[in-house]
């Protein structure tokens, strides 16, 4: 079965650096998503990206986030100065198109910022 | 400001029982539905969608949804012990992003 995979599953950082989450999303799909949760917490929507611009985004998703397609594979969540606060997991979702637009999620990155 | 709220549980429920899990929402701008079991540190698993009222069926799961009343609700028939997770309701928006409740915690019991 298709998967979203992303990369790494663990990332720790000192807070104020600049950290790179990556995320292969399903072949196929063409609206992609990124979501967190802080531990105990809900899952908050980010941003969604569709066409290769960024179609919603959040309050949360700041100046300091951006996303980028860079090739036709890859996607990625980019935090510019990291805050205790965003410490989280961070989860990427792909869907397709039609009515089904469930979409799947990737199994997470795990943020640490100290 | 979107809501969708479910009672946090935890629900406890013996195996072969039917386990009842019940969502509200605010905005009524949503057109779909979606329930996701997660597991415990892992990501969310999307079990069921559901856009129209009425009842969906799949299996062990029956999703269901009243517009009128903002409520929607997942059943699932003859629980077991692996369906213990938290279960999420969502639902969606204009550019099909997810508001999600907090989950309702299930535990089926052996």
């Known amino acids: ?8 599953s663990h990332q720790v950082t000192q807070m104020g650096q600049e950290v ?11 609206y992609f998503y990124w979501y967190r949760q802080i531990l105990g917490q809900k899952v908050e929507f980010l941003v969604s990206f569709y066409n290769n611009e960024i179609s919603e985004k959040s309050e949360i998703f ?18 510019r100065s990291t805050k205790l606060e ?13 009515a089904d637009y469930g979409y799947t999620f990737g199994s997470g990155t795990r943020l640490t910022v100290v | 400001q979107k809501e969708v ?11 072969g029982a039917i386990a009842s899990l019940n969502c509200t929402y605010s905005d009524r701008g949503s057109q779909s539905f979606f329930w996701y079991r997660q597991y415990s540190g892992k990501s969310p698993e999307l079990i069921m969608f559901i856009y129209s009222n009425g009842d969906k069926e799949d299996g062990r799961f029956t999703a269901q949804l009243n517009k009128a009343s903002q409520y ?15 279960y999420l309701c969502a639902g969606s928006g204009s550019a099909r992003q997810l508001t999600f409740g907090s989950g309702t915690q299930l535990t089926v019991l052996p």
């Open chain 1, 1 to 8: 079965e298709p998967e979203v995979t992303q990369t790494p």
């Open chain 2, 72 to 86: 929607v609700s997942l059943l699932i028939r003859d629980s077991q012990p692996s369906d213990s997770a938290t």
């Open chain 2, 5 to 15: 709220e479910q009672n946090s549980g935890p629900l406890s429920v013996p195996e």
């Open chain 1, 86 to 98: 965003d410490s989280a997991m961070y989860f990427c979702a792909s869907g397709g198109q039609g």
């Open chain 1, 62 to 79: 700041d100046d300091q986030f951006s996303v980028e397609r860079p090739d036709g594979s890859n996607f990625t969540l980019k935090i």
């Open chain 1, 20 to 30: 790179i989450l990556r995320c292969v999303p399903i072949s196929n799909h063409l």
